[in-house]
Every structure is written in structure tokens, then in C-alpha cells.
């Protein structure tokens, strides 16, 4: 069973992303492995777009639900069941998903594991053999990035940026705190807000050990990420900025 799903993730994810990367690289002038990449997260981070889109307006739903939610939480304090109920009651009359963002950060593992698995492997040429019948081997992938990075080892630099970008990322999605309000009325609040700092050091810390080619990925998906969050949530007073 286990050999059959690592089959299906290779033929499935793996094969398709890194063909294409390596069709990317080999019409690029200069051939340059990181514009490769650039390139390649843009174009997954559009066709993703729609279902972050869906993820950010529930999320703009939810904050705009909070006074309910909070109302709710302080009439039904001692009653942990008829709380989850009449809560689940408002997530149906609103047709919302509380869980829209897991679900995206679900389809997103899988493209981020095969990516990891394209930039550890796929930079030996033994993988060339892989290539689609109509992708011409390059013979050897160039992993330096602008002359100066190898995107095939890991990279400081490119951690700790992630690593900014993945706070800022998540500060655009803390609410702010209404007056007059216990800041510690809300739990999705409270993980919000330790998660601010927590995703950014957990960021750092993978990347260090990761080939910074998977590096260069988190960064141009989180400035994506960032200024799609700024266009959508810019009309909601209830987000923080971060610019």
C-alpha cells in the first residue's frame, strides 16, 4: 500500500513538477536554476489562487462573526455542548468553512513535498532519465542562482528572509483587538497570535537544513501570499497591517 501512494506521488507530483521546471530552465537565457523557480512558484501560486482566495474570505468572515462567537462563548461558558452547537449553527447560516485555511495549507504539503524532493534530487543528473519524451536534457542543471547562491545547499540568508516574510505573512492575518474586549475571549485568537511567532522560527529552522532552492520558493510564495492577502483583506478594519 505505501509503495503504491509513493508511486502515485511521484507519477502524480514529482514527474509533472519537475519536467516542468526543467523545461522552464532550459529556455531561460543564462539558464538560471533560481529564475526557474521564480517562475515555476508563480505559476503554482496562480493556479492555487482561487482556493486561497476562498480561504481568505472566510477568514474575513470569521473575524467579521467574532462579536456572535464571543456572545455565545460568554452565554454558554459552562456548557461545552450546546457552545459547539449553537457555534457550528452560525459556521452553517453563514456557509462558511472554519477550516479553509487548514484545508489550503493541506493541498499545499503535498506540492511543497514533492518541491523538496524535485530540488534534493532533482539537481543529480542520474534524474535526468526521468524527463518527458518531448523535454530535452539540459545533461546538467546549474544550481547557482544569480551567479552567487547554490540553491542545491542551504542558505542563511534566504532562511532568515522566509522567515521575515512568513511574520509578515501571518501579522496580515492577527486580528486587532476591539476594545473593551478580553484579548483572551477568543482561543482562534490566542493560536493566531502564538503563531506569529512560532511559524517563523519553525520556517528558519527547516530551511536551514534544506536546500535553499525549497529557500527561494518560500520567499517568492510568501510575497505572493503577501500582497494577495493586502488586495483582499484591505477593506477589512479588523486585520492588522504590516505596511
Known sequence: MFELLVKFFTVTLYYPLFNFLVLIYNYLPGNDFGIAIILLTVIIRIILYPVSVK????????????????EIQSKYKNDKEQLAKETLKIYRQEKINP???LFLALIQLPILIALYTVFWKGLNPSELVNLYGF?????QINAIFLGV???SKANF???VLAGILQFFQTKMLTPKNEPGKSKNSDISQIM???MLYF????????????????????IVSGIFSIIQQYFILKRSPKFNSPI
Do not use: E, H, R
Open 199 to 218: 511559524f517563523p522560527f519553525l520556517t528558519v529552522f527547516i530551511l536551514m537544513s534544506l536546500p535553499s532552492a525549497l529557500g527561494l520558493y518560500w
Open 157 to 159: 540568508i534566504l532562511a
Open 99 to 101: 477550516f479553509a485555511g
Open 135 to 139: 523535454i530535452s536534457n539540459p545533461g
Open 55 to 70: 480561504a481568505l474570505n472566510s477568514q474575513k468572515t470569521l473575524q467579521a462573526l467574532q462579536p456572535k462567537i464571543q
Open 192 to 194: 493566531q497570535k502564538q
Open 149 to 151: 547562491i547554490d540553491l
